[in-house]
Nanobody
Framework: QVQLVESGGGLVQPGGSLRLSCAAS????????MGWYRQAPGKQRRLVAQ?????????FYATSVKGRFTISRDYAKNTVYLQMNNLKPEDTAVYYCNARNTIAEYWGQGTQVTVSL
């Protein structure tokens, strides 16, 4: 079992920045690929960014966030981050942390990000 707790969401003006954090507990953090998804009202949940486990790290970013968002993980703190810069109104959504390996998948409870004047 893995428990995921997100934090760092909030209200920000267009062009602003936020950093989301996802603290993992309960299992071996290093065995999971970690990702951030988002879901806007009336839309499907979509992958925003992903970072793999292991000694060779690979990254995935949705086209809409490339160059603005950065995902990272701290193995010592069992935490994954999403640094979001130059935020746009269309980034408004609930952001979910995800942990996945070949055996299991877990989700956090979500944190709201609102980009508005």
């Amino acid at each position: 079992q893995v428990q995921l707790v997100e934090s760092g969401g909030g209200l920000v003006q267009p062009g602003g920045s936020l950093r989301l954090s996802c603290a993992a507990s309960g299992s071996i953090f290093s065995t999971y690929n970690m990702g951030w998804y988002r879901q806007a009202p009336g839309k499907q949940r979509r992958l925003v960014a992903q970072i793999t486990r292991g000694s060779i790290t690979t990254y995935f970013y949705a086209t809409s966030v490339k160059g603005r968002f950065t995902i990272s993980r701290d193995y010592a703190k069992n935490t994954v981050y999403l640094q979001m810069n130059n935020l746009k109104p269309e980034d408004t959504a609930v952001y979910y942390c995800n942990a996945r390996n070949t055996i299991a998948e877990y989700w956090g409870q979500g944190t709201q990000v609102t980009v508005s004047l």
